[in-house]
């Protein structure tokens, strides 16, 4: 079992690991542990493009070194010189803004001096890609092994991300926010998460969509994506 309740249950190296993750209103929250080696480490953030999974498991690498392997040295973000060359019009039709249905998030990818990059919205945090294959790349400085394919022949799937044991297939999907309230109307109701025992309400009042949680004030929410 791979994801349950909103555990991810995968390996880092040599050990398990079971994370739990989360945010809102550009808050983040993120919990690993490592069972076998009973160490378990939060962190919490409070902007929507930290990358806390990432940041624990660099502290984890220093706290629990004794425990895992030793690997090769990382490869730099942007080697001097990469012998897979790559057209441009192919690497610009994998420019855009994918999307996940499995744990609802996007990730972006942009090209930049010839080079794709992948963000969650961010450019400042951005993430080299290299290339594996024309359609294959993986991201270097990222702990866990790693692999994006882009349209990987499977109907209504074009990238495929694995990260470790776990994989994620997205969409691509147009950004262009509504231009009006028509367009989004939709959406309004009332929401229940069984995992989180919350309710949220999404309504419309004098021309501005809000949205309220349990019984908390109402918060004025804007369409970005």
């Known amino acids: 079992i791979e994801y ?9 190296r040599v050990l398990l690991m079971i994370t739990l993750f989360g945010g809102m209103l550009g808050f983040r929250v993120d919990m690993v542990r490592f069972p076998e080696v009973r160490t378990s480490f939060i962190l919490l953030g409070n902007s ?3 990358d806390p999974t990432g940041d624990i498991l660099k502290i984890a690498e220093i706290y629990l070194g004794e425990h ?10 942007i080697p001097e010189k990469n012998d897979i060359k790559i057209k441009k019009e192919i690497l610009e039709s994998y420019v855009g803004h994918y999307w996940t249905d499995v744990t609802n998030y996007f990730r972006r ?23 594996l294959g024309k359609q294959t790349f993986t991201i270097p400085e990222f702990y866990l092994s790693n692999k994006l394919i882009f349209n990987p022949n499977t109907k209504g799937e074009e990238l495929l991300a694995t990260f ?11 950004p262009e926010p509504p231009q009006n ?14 995992e989180l025992l919350s309710t949220y309400n999404i ?4 021309g501005i969509m809000f949205l309220r ?12 994506l």
């Not at 895992?68 to 973000?77: D, P, R, S, V």
């Not at 989004?184 to 069984?194: L, R």
């Open 213 to 224: 949680i349990n019984n908390n004030k109402p918060i004025q929410i804007f369409p970005l």
């Open 4 to 12: 349950a309740m909103s555990l991810l249950i995968r390996e880092h």
């Open 181 to 194: 309230l028509g367009a989004i109307k939709a959406y309004v109701g009332e929401y229940y998460s069984k």
């Open 203 to 206: 309504f419309i009042e004098s």
């Open 48 to 50: 929507a493009y930290l």
């Open 164 to 174: 470790g044991t776990s994989k994620r297939r997205f969409r691509k999907f147009d």
């Open 109 to 131: 990818i942009t090209l930049r001096n010839d080079s794709l990059f992948l963000d969650s919205g961010n450019v400042d945090h951005a993430l080299y890609l290299k290339p």
């Open 68 to 77: 895992l392997e030793e690997e090769q040295k990382k490869a730099e973000m």
